[in-house]
């Protein structure tokens, strides 16, 4: 079931994905050769924790950190830690607040220092394909014309879309219905309604789709190592539009 919510709870979950964003900024401004991954989680829990917030994925099924950081290869949940970054590396920054039990959920691919035409080109594509899924969250589309959108972008800049892992519906909950994929047909899915919010995040490799996980039990990597980048913004379905509400 799909659950709409109301504007009230719209202008709550607004703070919640404003200060995901602002954490995602200062992490964003941090990133250089030599950090540690530890290092800007620290920087985002404080940031969240400032503003009254809480992280959304601190103790989430267990999970140790309030980013997921997951570099090169690694597609999403990689976790933070003693890891520094190095030149020419690319690291995607999962973040997620709660403000009054309220979700918000966001996602970006950072350059470390200077990087390959390969990376810069893959995490171009991977913005442009969810810039062109949040252009479909209107009333009256339906939920896969998103879908169909991301893969397109993705694809056309001959990258592939990661399949075990999507997006989702997001409030009181981190991921409630529907699931959001980055793949699929036009015209076919739900009906979008105003009040639906949806956290819309393509995980686009430069490579084949295949994904596994590592021994930790978390970190999802590529297959075939190939780099892989991920961005996600929280959308919510207006009368008016898609309105992004993370950001800040
Ligand atoms: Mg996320
Ligand atoms: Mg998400």
Request: contains cysteine; glycine residues 12%.
């Amino acid at each position: 079931m799909i659950i709409t919510k109301s504007p009230a709870e719209l202008e709550t979950m607004r703070e919640a994905g404003r200060i995901t964003a602002a954490a995602l900024r200062l992490v964003a401004s941090a990133v250089r050769p030599g950090v540690t991954t530890g290092e800007l989680d620290a920087i985002a829990e404080e940031t969240i924790r400032a503003a009254g917030a809480a992280p959304a994925f601190k103790g989430y099924h267990g999970f140790p950190g309030t980013l997921c950081t997951s570099v090169d290869s690694q597609v999403v949940h990689g976790i933070p830690g003693s890891r520094a970054l190095r030149e020419g590396e690319i690291l995607s920054v999962d973040c997620g607040a709660i403000v009054d039990g309220y979700y918000g959920d966001s996602a970006m691919t950072f350059p470390v220092g200077t990087v390959s035409q390969e990376a810069r080109n893959l995490m171009d594509a991977t913005r442009r394909s969810l810039e062109a899924g949040i252009a479909r969250c209107v009333p009256g589309m339906r939920l896969h014309d998103i879908s169909a959108a991301v893969q397109g972008v993705a694809e056309d800049a001959g990258f592939s879309v990661v399949r075990e892992y999507v997006g989702h519906g997001i409030g009181r909950t981190m991921h409630e219905d529907p699931q959001v994929p980055n793949y699929g047909q036009a015209g076919t899915g739900p009906t979008l309604k105003p009040g639906m919010v949806l956290a819309i995040e393509p995980m686009i490799n430069a490579g084949r789709s295949d994904v596994r996980s590592l021994d930790d039990g978390w970190t999802v990597v590529t297959a075939d190592g190939s780099l892989s980048a991920h961005f996600e913004h929280t959308v919510a379905i207006t009368e008016s539009g898609p309105m992004v509400l993370t950001l800040e």
